[in-house]
């Protein structure tokens, strides 16, 4: 039933993709600077975008069905467990200046990502396997690369790695993607424009991609963007907040679309570092897994979902979506929203509600700050109902807005802070990318980083389940040890996750093929069968 | 002329009761979410409708009224008066005084204040009373706001000094103090009372871009400024998230008709 059902999908975008117009500008929006497009240096989302329109990669992550699929390598074998990837390479393929592409160009991309001059950060992933890499070339078009150690999920890592020319004198400007950087304008617009070599032809030989060109304008302000959208100057917005999702389904139903949960969860957490400069009895709180669990059930989830978000969110139980199809642990609930079992557990840990007011063992009034980073609106929303909620038990919460660099500098050098709200971004949907998250050692350990021991037996838990599933040799094995951590982190609550906001995107109704998907880039994944309608096919200016 | 000003005396006088006691107009605490009614329009128990989280806009108007009506002329006032010391000892007494106070006025307007702002509020604690937090942020403002009014007072002052009205008055040994007091500060008060009109709609958006900062009024206490933020991000904001603006029009438009004549600048 499913192939039959997959026949006629195929069947239907082949239709539809034959239908399609060549020619013409896309049009939309960065929402910041590019930094670079090098693509081994890429660190920001404007210069990920980029690097996702121009940039070939061996294998690539299909956004909607989450599967590898062979890009530049017609095929791979991981061997070892792990410890090293062969792969076979398509023959014929040119860089956007006409060098051939050879094993030798992949070779010379995996040395320039290990070179510890360079200092890329789409090779952080990979240093978990050691920091040297040995790369063979037994014929032209096969490459074997082998690490120190094994890493599982190592052939997912190669969607990230944009492949260098090693002869080209454009050097990076030289791709083997859909597009090629054409010109940009500092502060105003990148203008991309149609690979003339590039290797992907569509199911009637048609040479793609069938645009001849994007213009990507450089544009902070959203409010803007959706304003330009509605007037036809842009054709696709991504990552749409839901204030102008809701505004744009009023005035154009047809061109917005909910895809879902995503992939980026909102969560508080309590700073439990032993050398944060907060008082100690506040500390002892954060420390209590009964006072944690009893602020994750005085808060109503389904209100932050319908309130903050408009409905646009779904309530979140851990630390993976359901987003995330293969390592979501289906297993886990939300947090049941219950005052009484938040007081019970209060009581328990020795808090007392005494005259409208909560307080510890010592007496004690429970009260501590919150921040968040300030102009996230559905941020500040959650914060505002949180507030409310803990009221109810007795708790004063004081949310502090602060702009985002001042909270990291908190969360990363000061620790002065109590508790923190903010959303994970997961560019990732294998568990090694959460490694810098999970392990007591790591620096992104929010709740309590860098400890030279793990500090807690759950934590030491958690350490033995993320390192047993990097170095399990199946994907099930795998999913066994990351559902344990799952709900580890579920009883625990050292992160008390809140909502899964769904991926909102606007697509004009000019734009054919479209698919979007809940991974970035969401809107414009499969770039290079998108098309536009005869009737608004830009040509170049 | 008389019958408008006694017109837009009445209606500040309204506002600024409203203002002062606003449970008289309404008995919703400015903080109450009714989350079964986010963004309702207007009606009879909401006449201003609600915002995101169901809160009564009426009730955070008229309490954000009194927290911006109150504390930004205060904030004005105080860089007022401290403009009028700079600017007036600089442009009068002259000689290293003049030196003195230009020199900080021109370190002044010349501060990078964001990240000093940033770095006051890294020093404050984050569990600061609302009120407390309020009075900093007016506070930061209104001894933030007077360089550039010093700079015009310090010039009329200096031309005072030299007029003949005052060269006279010295002639016939009319001690300095009086001189300041009976023939300076009335000319340069119309330069004063501008700085302070003007002021006041400044500072209420001040307050609420230092919000940003995290140093502006703390949510859920609502001030003009805060509420008017809402508007910045909607493409198609409620009726009823004009009412800030509206309001802080109003005020400022009144002001304007009801302040003695002669304080116009001409």
């Known amino acids: 039933m499913t192939r039959v059902a997959a026949w006629c999908a195929s069947i239907c975008l082949a239709a539809s993709v034959a239908a399609a117009p060549s020619g013409g500008e896309l049009r939309f929006c960065l929402y910041s600077e590019p930094k670079t497009f090098h693509p081994l240096l890429v660190a920001d989302a404007s210069s990920e975008a980029v690097r996702y329109l121009t940039a070939g990669v061996l294998i690539r992550v299909n956004r909607l069905t989450q599967e590898l699929e062979p890009e530049l390598a017609e095929s791979w074998q991981v061997l070892a467990g792990g410890k090293a990837i062969s792969f076979k390479l398509r023959r014929g393929v040119a860089f956007s200046d006409g060098t051939p592409f050879t094993a030798e160009d992949v070779a010379y991309t995996m040395r320039t990502l290990f070179d510890p ?329 929010q709740w309590n980083p860098d400890q030279s021991s793990p500090g807690t037996p759950w934590e030491a838990e958690i350490d033995r389940l993320m390192r047993a599933q990097n170095s399990a040799a199946s994907p099930g094995q795998r999913k066994v040890y990351f559902d344990r951590v799952q709900e580890i982190v579920w009883d625990q609550a050292p992160f008390l996750y809140l909502v899964n906001k769904n991926a909102l995107v606007a697509i004009s109704s000019a734009v054919a093929n479209s698919r979007p998907a809940v991974l970035r880039p969401q809107a414009f994944w499969n770039i290079d069968t998108l098309a536009l309608a005869p009737e608004t096919a830009r040509s170049t200016p | 002329m008389t019958a408008v000003r006694w017109a837009a005396g009445a209606v500040l006088a309204l506002i600024v009761l409203a203002a002062v006691w606003p449970a008289a107009i309404t008995g919703v605490p400015y903080d109450r979410q009714f989350r079964d009614y986010p963004n309702a329009p207007m009606s009879r128990q909401f006449p201003l409708g609600t915002d995101e989280l169901g809160r009564d806009r009426l009730s955070r108007l008229l309490y954000g009224a009194r927290v911006s009506l109150l504390a930004a002329p205060a904030a004005a006032l105080l860089s007022s008066i401290l403009a009028a010391l700079a600017g007036g000892l600089a442009g009068y007494a002259g000689g290293w005084y003049d030196c003195l106070a230009g020199g900080a006025i021109d370190l002044m307007l010349s501060l990078p204040w964001l990240f000093l702002l940033i770095i006051v509020r890294a020093l404050l604690p984050l569990n600061v009373p609302a009120l407390l937090s309020l009075l900093l942020t007016f506070g930061l403002i209104g001894l933030l706001g007077w360089p550039s009014a010093a700079r015009v007072v310090r010039a009329a002052c200096r031309s005072l000094r030299d007029s003949d009205p005052v060269l006279l008055a010295a002639a016939c040994g009319i001690p300095e103090a009086r001189i300041l007091w009976k023939h300076v500060l009335p000319n340069v008060q119309p330069i004063l009372a501008a700085k302070f009109w003007i002021s006041i709609p400044v500072y209420i958006l001040a307050e609420a871009n230092l919000g940003l900062l995290g140093l502006g009024v703390a949510d859920p206490l609502p001030s003009l400024g805060n509420l008017l933020r809402q508007l910045e991000s909607s493409l198609n904001p409620d009726p009823g998230a004009w009412a800030p603006l509206v309001l802080i029009v109003v005020v400022v438009g009144c002001l304007q008709i009801v302040r003695p004549a002669e304080a116009v600048v001409r």
Not at chain 1, 192 to 205: E, F, I, S, T
Not at chain 1, 365 to 375: C, D, P, Q, Y
Not at chain 1, 386 to 414: C, F, H, T, W
Request: aromatic content about 8%; proline content about 6%; overall charge positive.
């Open chain 1, 117 to 445: 001059g360079v200092v890329s950060p789409t090779a952080d992933p990979f240093r978990a396997s050691g920091s040297t890499v040995k790369i063979d070339i037994p014929s032209a078009d096969r490459v074997i690369v082998t690490f120190a150690t094994a890493l599982s999920g190592v052939e997912r890592l190669f969607d990230q790695v944009g492949i260098l020319s090693s002869r080209s004198p454009k050097k990076e400007m030289a791709v083997l993607g859909p597009f090629l950087v054409a010109e940009y304008k500092p502060g105003s617009e990148v203008h991309l424009q149609r690979n003339p070599y590039y290797w992907k032809r569509d199911a009637h030989g048609r040479r793609l991609p069938y645009l001849d060109s994007l213009r990507l304008s450089i544009q902070q302000n959203r409010e803007l963007e959706a304003i330009r959208f509605l007037r036809g100057e842009l054709d696709l917005m991504t990552s749409v907040s839901p204030e102008t999702f809701d505004q744009l389904k009023k005035k154009a139903p047809t061109a917005v679309r909910d895809l879902g949960p995503s992939l980026e969860p909102e969560m508080l957490w309590f700073n439990q570092a032993p050398g944060a400069p907060i008082p100690e009895f506040r500390k002892a709180w954060f420390r209590s897994k009964e006072f944690r669990r009893a602020l994750s059930a005085a808060i109503n989830r389904e209100d932050l979902c319908r309130l903050a978000y408009r409905g646009h969110a779904s309530p979140a139980a851990g630390p993976v979506s359901p987003a995330n199809r293969f390592w979501f642990n289906a297993s886990l609930r939300p947090h049941r929203y219950d005052t009484q079992e938040a007081l019970d557990r209060l009581n328990r840990a020795g808090f007392r509600l005494q005259n409208g007011v909560l307080r510890d063992a010592q007496g004690n009034a429970v009260e501590f700050s919150l921040i968040t980073n300030a102009g996230n609106q559905p941020r500040e929303r959650i914060a505002q109902l949180i507030e409310q909620d803990l009221k109810a038990i007795g708790i004063r919460l004081n949310v502090v807005r602060l702009d985002y660099s001042a909270i990291m500098e908190r969360l990363n050098r000061s620790l002065q802070y109590e508790a923190c709200l903010l959303g994970l971004t997961n560019v990732d949907l294998d568990p090694n990318g959460q490694m810098n998250v999970w392990l007591s050692s790591a620096a992104s350990h």
